[in-house]
C-alpha cells in the first residue's frame, strides 16, 4: 500500500493497548511526564517529559519556559536521537483570565533534521503574532559538548534555545513505581517505604533529553487575571499523515494533542492505565469539568490520602485544569534557575528546575508528613542563565572505564 493512514492505524493499535492495560489493571509512574501512556510508547518524538515555568532570577520582569521531550536519549546515539520532529507542534498554552482556557500561545516548529552535524531551524510564534527563528544546537559525541546556541530577538527581547542536553528532573523511579503499584494491591493501604527504599538513586541521571525553551518578558503573558499566569505543554500533530515512496511523511488535517503536562506526576502517577491516552487527547478544561475527577480522587485514597489533602490536590489539578501556575509578583532569586524557599512549585511560584517536586507532592499525598525519595537534586548543576539547564552526557573518552552516571 503505497499510502499509510497514520490515525486509522494509531487507532488500531491503541484498542489493542487498551484492552491489554484492562485485562492486567497494571499502572505505572515513569517520571513527572516521561513515557506516560500506551501511544506514546511508541511516539518518542511527541512524548513530553517535564515542564518548567519560572521567573528569570537574573531578572523577574522575564519569564522562562522549558518543556524537555523525548526522555532517555543516550550519548551514544545523539545522532541518531538528537532530532525534533518536523511534524510536531510544539505549544505553551497560556491561561492568564483565571479559568481553564488557555487564551495565548507560543508556538515552536521545526524542520527537517538528519542529525550528525547539522542543524536545525525552529520558528517561534510569540502570543503577539511575531515570529523569529533560530538554529537549534548541534547534538555531538565529541568528549565535550557544544556551547549552547541561544537567539536573542531585538524587537522583543525574546530568546530561545533548542538541543540536546541533560535531563533536569530527578526521582528514583522504581521507588515511585513500587509504592504506586502496592497502593494498587492493597488501596488504602501503601507501603509508603518503598518511595526511599533505595536510598536516592537517580533513575533520570546519565540520560538526556530534548530541550525547547523560551524567555520572554511577563508583561507578554499577563492578562486580566493580573499576576497569576497559568502555563500547559502539549505536543499536537496533524490528523492525517501519511507516508509517501520514500518515506516523507505529508501531513494535513487539524492539530490533534499527542501528549500533555501542567503540573507533574499527575498524569503519570494518578491517571489509570486505561485513561492515559485518553487524558492526553483531552484539554484542561475537560478537567474543570469534571471528566477525570472520579479516577484521580480514587488514586489519591488508594495511597492512603485523607479527604482534606484530596482536597487540595483537587484544587491543583481539576477546579482550574491542570495547569501549572505561576504568580509573577512571588520574586524568583538563586543559582540554577532559582531556590529561595518562598518561591517554587507548590507555592504559586511556577516550577524551577531544583525544586524537588517529587517529595513535595508525596508529602501532601501523605498528609503532610514529609515522604521522601531521598533524590534532592539533579546529579549536575544546573547553569545560572538561560537556558539554566545542564550539560548533555557525552561519550566517555577512551583509556578507561569510568562511572557513566546512570542509577538504575
Known amino acids: 500500500m503505497n499510502l499509510v493512514r497514520r ?100 508556538d515552536v516548529t521545526y524542520s527537517r533534521g538528519i542529525g550528525r552535524l547539522t542543524s536545525q531551524t525552529a520558528t517561534i510564534r510569540l502570543p503577539d503574532g511575531k515570529t523569529l527563528t533560530a538554529p537549534t544546537t548541534i547534538a555531538t559525541q565529541n568528549y565535550s559538548p557544544n556551547e549552547p546556541v541561544t537567539t536573542t530577538d531585538p524587537a522583543t527581547g525574546a530568546r530561545f534555545f533548542a538541543g540536546v542536553m541533560d535531563d533536569p528532573f530527578f526521582l528514583d523511579d522504581t521507588g515511585a513505581n513500587r509504592l504506586v503499584a502496592s497502593s494498587l494491591m492493597h488501596p488504602g493501604h501503601p507501603d509508603k517505604s518503598l518511595l526511599g527504599a533505595r536510598g536516592g538513586r537517580d533513575t533520570y541521571a546519565g540520560f538526556n533529553t530534548l530541550i525547547t525553551a523560551v524567555e520572554v518578558p511577563v508583561s507578554m503573558l499577563r492578562g486580566p487575571a493580573g499576576s497569576v499566569i497559568g502555563v500547559n ?72 490520602t485523607d479527604d482534606a489533602h484530596i482536597a487540595m490536590l483537587a484544587k491543583i489539578a481539576v477546579a482550574k485544569g491542570d495547569i501549572l501556575r505561576l504568580d509573577t509578583s512571588v520574586p524568583n532569586r538563586g543559582s540554577g534557575g532559582g531556590y ?69
Open 7 to 106: 490515525s486509522a492505524l494509531v487507532l488500531s493499535v491503541l484498542g489493542l493497548i487498551v484492552a491489554f492495560s484492562v485485562q492486567f489493571a497494571t499502572k505505572k509512574t515513569a517520571a513527572s511526564d516521561h513515557i506516560d501512556s500506551p501511544i506514546l510508547t511508541q511516539d518518542r518524538g511527541a512524548d513530553l517529559a517535564d515542564l518548567y515555568a519560572f521567573l528569570d532570577p537574573n531578572d523577574n520582569s522575564k519569564v522562562v519556559l522549558i518543556m524537555s521531550t523525548q526522555g532517555f536519549v543516550v550519548s551514544g546515539e545523539h545522532f541518531g536521537m538528537s532530532i525534533f520532529d518536523p511534524n510536531i507542534r510544539y505549544r505553551f498554552e497560556i491561561e492568564n483570565t483565571g479559568d481553564a482556557k488557555p487564551d495565548a500561545f507560543i
Open 233 to 304: 505543554s502539549v505536543t499536537q500533530r496533524h490528523a492525517i499523515q501519511t507516508i509517501g515512496e520514500n518515506n516523507e511523511i505529508r501531513a494535513s488535517g487539524d492539530w490533534k494533542t499527542v501528549d500533555r503536562d501542567g503540573n507533574p506526576l499527575i498524569n503519570n502517577g494518578l491517571i489509570p492505565g486505561p485513561r492515559k491516552d485518553e487524558y492526553n487527547a483531552s484539554t484542561t478544561e475537560d478537567d474543570a469539568n469534571g471528566k477525570f475527577k472520579a479516577d484521580l480522587v480514587k488514586d489519591i485514597k488508594n495511597l492512603g
Open 340 to 408: 529561595n524557599p518562598n518561591g517554587g512549585f507548590g507555592k504559586m511560584g511556577g516550577r524551577r528546575l531544583r525544586d524537588d517536586v517529587v517529595d513535595i507532592a508525596f508529602t501532601v499525598i501523605n498528609n503532610g508528613v514529609p515522604l521522601t525519595d531521598h533524590v534532592n537534586a539533579n546529579e549536575k548543576p544546573f547553569r545560572n542563565v538561560f537556558p539554566f539547564v545542564a550539560d548533555p552526557t557525552q561519550p566517555f573518552p577512551p583509556g578507561h572505564n569510568p562511572d557513566d552516571h546512570t542509577r538504575q
